[in-house]
């Protein structure tokens, strides 16, 4: 079985930075394609970030690119997303999840899902 938990939120200023954790345990990143998605209150969820299971470019949503990055921990049982530059409009729930399909994770449809952390941006 396979469980994913985020961590990492909080409150931060506008232009501040947070980095937050996805642990994976039950099976190695490495398995997975894995992905950060987010939901604001109100708005349905939303992709933000992906890194293949076989690593290559990694994809982000236009309204991050630039600012995001998401990467795998050394341990590979931990992925990452470095968020720089917030603003209001990243104020969020912010999901980590995996799939060994990243077409399935893209769409949405991941196998697994965390509970999710909350970003919240004050201007």
């Known amino acids: 079985q396979v469980q994913l938990e985020e961590s990492g939120g909080g409150l931060v200023q506008a232009g501040g930075s947070l980095r937050l954790s996805c642990a994976v345990s039950?099976?190695?990143?490495?398995?997975?394609?894995m992905g950060w998605f987010r939901q604001a209150a109100g708005k349905e969820r939303e992709f933000v970030a992906q890194?293949?299971?076989?690593?290559?470019?990694?994809g982000y949503a236009d309204s991050v690119k630039g600012r995001f990055t998401i990467s795998r921990g050394n341990a590979k049982n931990t992925v990452y997303l470095q968020m720089n530059s917030l603003n209001t409009d990243d104020t969020a729930v912010y999901y980590c999840?995996?799939?060994?399909?990243?077409?399935?994770?893209?769409?949405?449809?991941?196998?697994?899902w965390g509970k999710g952390t909350l970003v919240t941006v004050s201007s």
């Open positions: 890194v293949s299971r076989f690593g290559g470019v990694p």
């Open positions: 999840a995996a799939d060994s399909s990243l077409g399935d994770l893209l769409k949405g449809g991941a196998d697994y």
């Open positions: 039950g099976r190695t990143t490495s398995s997975y394609a």
